[in-house]
């Protein structure tokens, strides 16, 4: 009897021991990787994780950047100070030319605020082709003449547009100006059809519930003013009524926040020594602009949640002029010299003003503003079978006073996404896949 009892103790000391060592094991492989401020470390299957505060690091960008101090010694030093967030994806095919994703991070942190500048124009292109297709009924397309009226105080009125064939202002020349030179008022224009309301419910919708666009761009309006949205009208070739869009309002409570940059800032130009307030200001992450390019990329290969209502026509639009350098495009019409192939294409270029090579295509939308830099791209080299996501963003206001248009994009920011995209090229030339992509879905037409 006695022996029995023994035996049974040691099973079930076996099945504590046991139990205890799964759940360990599940909740270090669920933990986030995180940035590498103190000394914790584990190596699981290979890669370091890493675990202190909110932000995502992996092992893989820290060794990585370490190989070139002469480009990220101060990024390393900075991150903190600078806000220095990357995510690289890693893209494998398998047999049938369906992407598998890996992610990298290097001190992602949704918690810690940037200014988005003009990454908001992304999603709200999308949805201004999604509110089109819901829209269908009645008989509007993207080509429709689209009138914008003033009906609320800092309102405008649009009834022409010198950028178009016709000379007739339409979504779709907005959407190309948006994407060919990062067009402020075509992206206020596209606000103003989609209201605020359904901007951001939308967004919601798709699983990003931190963002929020609530404003429009270049132009300073009181919050009522962002909340009303102008009355528009679609016209057919013989000016009839397609379908009206009154004034609209949105009541919806914003999320509230304490978002803030700087030690300091000018306002109508005095200096006022505390952080300035973004908390009514566009507010939305580098996890999310990247997935949702991504889903723009690669529409069957994301979690259908995250998918706009967008047609395959659709797709192919908004590629080609993400895709495109701005002396490519006809209607609207852009001088080299004043903008050159590089010239919302921070990525792997920079600031660079010389030509680019017409194999390499940045699939992107990139911003900058208060010294805030950011791009959210997918680059595809054709004749080198090569294809990434890469986003990133930097805050380049060492001196931390907003609003006195000192920022240091050229010392820091472009060399430093020049720099980022290169050497993130560089790496994957050399990395072995087993299976080569076939990218000849990208190969845009474009129009000269």
């Known amino acids: 009897m006695e022996i029995k009892k023994i035996v049974f103790i040691v099973f079930i000391s076996f099945l504590l021991y046991a139990c205890s060592s799964s759940k360990k094991i599940q909740t270090i492989h669920s933990q986030s990787i995180s940035e590498p401020i103190s000394t914790t470390t584990d190596t699981i299957l290979n890669k370091k994780i890493i675990e202190t505060d909110h932000a995502k690091t992996d092992s893989f960008f820290v060794d990585l950047l370490k190989e070139y101090p002469q480009y990220f010694d101060s990024i390393l030093k900075n991150r903190k100070a600078w806000n220095v967030q990357i995510i690289y994806t890693e893209i494998n095919r398998d047999k049938k030319n369906r992407p598998h994703f890996t992610d990298h991070y290097f001190n992602v942190d949704a918690s810690q605020y940037f200014y988005p500048a003009s990454t908001v124009k992304l999603p709200t292109a999308l949805l201004a082709l999604q509110k089109l297709n819901e829209l269908n009924r009645t008989g509007i397309t993207k080509n429709t003449s689209m009138i914008t009226e003033a009906g609320y105080s800092g309102q405008t009125a649009t009834y022409n547009d010198p950028q178009t064939a016709d000379g007739r202002p339409n979504i779709e020349s907005y959407i190309k100006r948006i994407f060919l030179v990062s067009d402020n008022e075509a992206f206020n224009r596209l606000y103003e059809f989609l209201g605020q309301q359904y901007l951001n419910q939308q ?82 992450s580098l996890e999310d602009l990247h997935h949702i390019l991504r889903s723009v990329i690669f529409p069957d290969d994301v979690p259908e949640k995250q998918k706009f209502n967008l047609t395959k026509d659709d797709y192919e639009f908004v590629h080609k002029y993400m895709s495109a350098f701005p002396s490519e495009s006809i209607y609207p019409s852009y001088d080299s010299a004043e903008y050159p192939d590089a010239y919302v294409k921070f990525l ?11 194999s390499i295509r940045i699939f992107s939308k990139s911003g900058d503003a208060y010294g805030e830099l950011l791009d959210i791209a997918y680059i595809v080299d054709f004749d080198k079978n090569i294809e990434f996501f890469l986003s990133a963003a930097i805050n380049c206001n060492t001196d931390g006073i907003v609003n006195d248009d000192k920022y240091d994009y050229d010392t820091i920011g472009f060399p430093f996404m020049k720099n980022l995209g290169q050497v993130i090229y560089d790496y994957e030339l050399k990395r072995k896949k087993r299976y080569q992509p076939d990218l000849s879905s990208f190969k845009m037409q474009y129009d000269k």
């Open 203 to 284: 967004l919601h919708d798709k699983g990003y519930e931190d963002a929020q666009i609530i404003h429009r761009l270049e132009i300073f309006l009181s919050e009522d003013e962002n909340r009303h949205t102008n009355p528009i009208e679609f016209l057919d070739s013989n000016n009839n009524i397609l379908y009206n869009q009154p004034l609209v309002y949105n009541g919806d409570a914003h999320t509230k926040r304490s978002d803030s940059l700087g030690k300091a800032y000018y306002s109508n130009g005095v200096l006022i020594n505390t952080p300035m307030n973004f908390s009514k200001k566009n507010r939305i």
């Open 348 to 358: 792997l270029h920079g600031s660079q003003k010389e030509p680019l090579p017409k």
